[in-house]
């Protein structure tokens, strides 16, 4: 199979780590950029990195997409908040053969995305383990870890996806195919505690692991985790799993999620499909998830207060 051809659309601290890995290694990739387009243009686009930083000179940058061509792949990084713009700014990349992978936080979002694309259009689920935040205009730090997992959703080249994968792993990405469901609750596993306790407890993951309550917390938030995915048939999303999960938080270096950091930049958070989408399909499972709500509640007050100002 010939080279691929990228486009990346949301190109915050997820779209440029992983589609600059790409570029840096040679692949074509074409990054679409909002506020930071004039900075890259003129600056580059920079990865300050815990394996090695590295920097684009001249990315293939672009500020609306009619100009982009159209891509075998498109690397979706977008907020969730912001998914009605899929339709605006994904399909028109899209043509007969494109895999849209969609490397964003939560559950539920490649059914809806879908509606947005045209018919038949191909998804995969990216799941990043990884702790980058983009600290300026087309300057992205990437502080931890960065494997990814590719799941099919609605795929049906498997040798295009094997390309997909194939690429990352020549880009020095830790990249394995998983399973869907159970990729997708794995991901819900740090994202539903961490990212929403570091805004309810004002706290980074270090503190919140570093402190006897703060960990109760975060254990008894992983315990609905486990119960809403073995009801929704996922496999492996256990106990023991929780257990990896606040290993591997403990070890790595402090840091503040992104629901923290729209927090901090009284920005819309990502409530819908982090928890409002999968309290609501546990819901109809039969298994209740209380203090998953009582912390959703939470964040929509503390959301409220700001955004009504």
């Known amino acids: 199979m010939e080279g691929l051809r990228y486009a990346v659309v949301g ?3 997820i779209g440029c780590y992983y589609g600059g890995r790409l570029a840096e290694h040679g692949a074509d990739v074409h990054f679409l950029f ?11 686009l920079t990865v300050k990195s815990v ?6 000179e001249k990315p293939q940058a672009y500020k609306d997409v009619r100009q982009m061509p159209k891509a075998d792949v498109v690397i979706v990084g977008l907020k969730t908040t912001r998914q009605e713009l899929i339709k605006e700014l994904v399909a028109p990349l899209v043509h007969s053969q494109t895999i849209v992978l969609l490397i964003q936080n939560g559950i539920g979002v490649e059914a809806d995305a879908a509606e947005q694309l045209p018919e038949g259009t191909q998804i995969a689920a ?3 383990f990884i702790c980058s935040t983009k600290v300026a205009p087309g300057v992205v730090n990437h502080t931890c870890y960065g494997s990814l997992g590719v799941a099919p959703y609605s795929v049906r080249d498997d040798e295009r996806l094997g390309k997909v994968i194939s690429d990352f792993k020549e880009s020095e990405v830790e990249v394995t195919k998983v399973d869907y469901l159970t990729a997708r609750w794995r991901k819900a596993m740090w994202n539903m505690p961490f990212n929403g306790l570091s805004v309810a407890l004002m706290a980074q993951t270090d503190e919140m692991l570093g402190d006897a309550a703060g960990e109760r917390i975060v254990r008894d938030l992983m315990k609905e985790v486990v119960m809403a995915a073995q009801a929704l048939g996922a496999v492996k999303v256990d106990e023991a799993f929780a257990e990896k999960m606040i290993a591997t938080t403990r070890v790595m270096a402090p840091y503040s999620p992104s629901m923290r950091v729209d927090y901090d930049n009284k920005r819309e958070m990502e409530l819908k499909y982090l ?4 309290i609501e399909m546990a819901e109809r499972a039969g298994v209740q998830m209380p203090k998953m709500r009582m912390l959703l509640a939470q964040l929509q007050f503390q959301q409220n207060r700001y955004l009504r100002k």
């Open 11 to 13: 190109s915050g601290a």
């Open 34 to 44: 909002h506020s930071d387009y004039e900075a890259v243009c003129a600056n580059g």
């Open 51 to 56: 394996g090695g930083d590295f920097k684009i």
């Open 126 to 128: 990216g799941l990043a």
């Open 275 to 278: 928890y409002e989408k999968p």
